[in-house]
């Protein structure tokens, strides 16, 4: 296959080596306009908007993945494949699992569980939990310390399934399982299997165990620190 791909219209060489990739296609927007020095618009299929632009002098790119591990399992995997991106750093918010953790703060997925099938494509008969790269983990953690933040590093859980039945959070919660998020297993076995790179950057906009949440407000604030983190290591 070659670009323009099913999903992205953008041409060859539109994007850069690293894009931070955001869920929602509005903060997609949001991102290159406050933080991006001369972005350009360089996809709309579906609504899913990418852009390339500069931050400090370096180039980087910015599209959203839309919700789910299928979504992000597309954008990551056409990005990756056929666009010659080496970097995909997933800038989300995710619920608190843990009672080390709580809202506002900054999570770095070092591996992700999930009860997604995404992983049976590969035929291997186990339980696979994939992990990120440890470069850019590195390279988020020195740069979350140097702006005085200290992040919580650990496994995330992938969920296919936002409204559930099945307690399967109490089960990650006995397994030390910092948060619940729904993409970041489905990114990190693409960046496995063709050989790149990806991290999840999660703030905690919630907590499933302690009922607490963030208003709007409050989520638009905390979002700069892991933007500001994402863009650093981009
Ligand atoms: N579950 C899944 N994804 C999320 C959550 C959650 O509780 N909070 C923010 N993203």
Do not use: W
């Amino acid at each position: 296959m070659s670009v323009p791909t099913p999903h992205i219209t953008a041409k060859e060489g539109d994007f850069a080596r690293t894009v931070l990739m955001p869920g929602d296609p509005l903060r997609s927007r949001f991102i290159a306009e406050t933080y991006l020095d001369n972005p350009v618009l360089v996809n709309n299929t579906r609504g899913v908007q990418g852009y390339t632009g500069t931050y400090k002098g370096k180039r980087v790119s910015v599209m959203a993945s839309g919700m789910g591990i299928p979504s992000i399992g597309i954008y990551s995997y056409e990005l990756f494949s056929f666009y010659g991106v080496e970097n995909i750093i997933r800038v989300g918010t995710a619920g608190g699992i843990a009672d080390t953790v709580h809202i506002r703060d900054v999570v770095f997925g070092m591996s992700a569980y999930t009860n997604s099938n995404f992983g049976r494509q590969y035929g291997f008969d186990g339980n696979v939990a994939p992990c990120c790269s440890f470069k850019l983990l590195d390279a988020a953690v020195r740069a979350a310390r140097g702006m005085g933040i200290e992040p919580n590093v650990g496994a995330i859980y992938s969920s296919d399934i936002f409204y559930d039945e099945s307690g399967s959070a109490k089960v990650m919660k006995k397994l030390g399982v910092l948060a619940t998020e729904m993409e970041a297993a489905g990114l990190y076995l693409n960046a496995a299997r063709l050989g790149k790179n990806a991290l999840a950057i999660c703030t905690i906009s919630d907590h499933l165990f302690t009922g607490e949440s963030l208003s709007a407000e409050e989520r638009q604030t905390t979002f700069t620190q892991m933007m500001e983190i994402a863009l650093e290591i981009a």
